[in-house]
Structures are given as C-alpha cells and as structure tokens.
C-alpha cells in the first residue's frame, strides 16, 4: 500500500512539474533568473544570459514534456501494480 501512495505521489509531483515547464515556461524562466541573480558574481554572468535566452525557454519545454512522459508512465506502473493487488 505504502508503495501504491508513493508512487501516486511520485507520478502527481512530475505531472505538475511537467506542466509547469510546458505550459507557463516565461514565468519558470522570471523565476529561474531571479534565483540566479542573488547569488552570481559578474565571473559568472554567463549564466544569467542563459537563463534569459530562448534556448533556457526551449530546453523548460523539453524538460517538462519530459517530466509528462515519466508521470504517464509512472501512472501506468501505478495501475498495473493496483490491478495486480486486486487479482
């Protein structure tokens, strides 16, 4: 049982991330900048311009679609796992 709940978690925590990332990736990348500007030194501005670019917007979609395809498949190894226990 305990397996069964932490995995809906595991598959649920994903699927929000995924989303997250696919759909409101300007917003992630506000906060993604933000986070790097606290703690970066101008040795390091590097970083910051990337975290602003499009390439950071494309690879949040990737990432996230990704996430989405994990939680699909994290949802189908929950299922099967629940139709195992009720047989």
Do not use: H
Not at 4 to 32: H, K, M, W
Not at 44 to 72: K, P
Request: with cysteine.
């Amino acid at each position: 049982m305990a397996k069964l709940v932490g995995l809906a978690n595991f598959a649920f925590g994903t699927f929000l991330i995924g989303i997250v990332a696919v759909v409101f990736p300007r917003r992630l990348q506000s906060i993604a900048a933000y986070w790097v500007g606290q703690g970066i030194s101008e040795k390091f501005s590097s970083l910051l311009d990337y975290v602003q670019s499009d390439a950071w917007i494309t690879n949040a979609r990737v990432v996230g679609a990704g996430f989405l395809v994990m939680s699909f498949f994290y949802s189908l190894q929950r299922l099967k796992a629940v139709c195992s226990d009720l047989a």
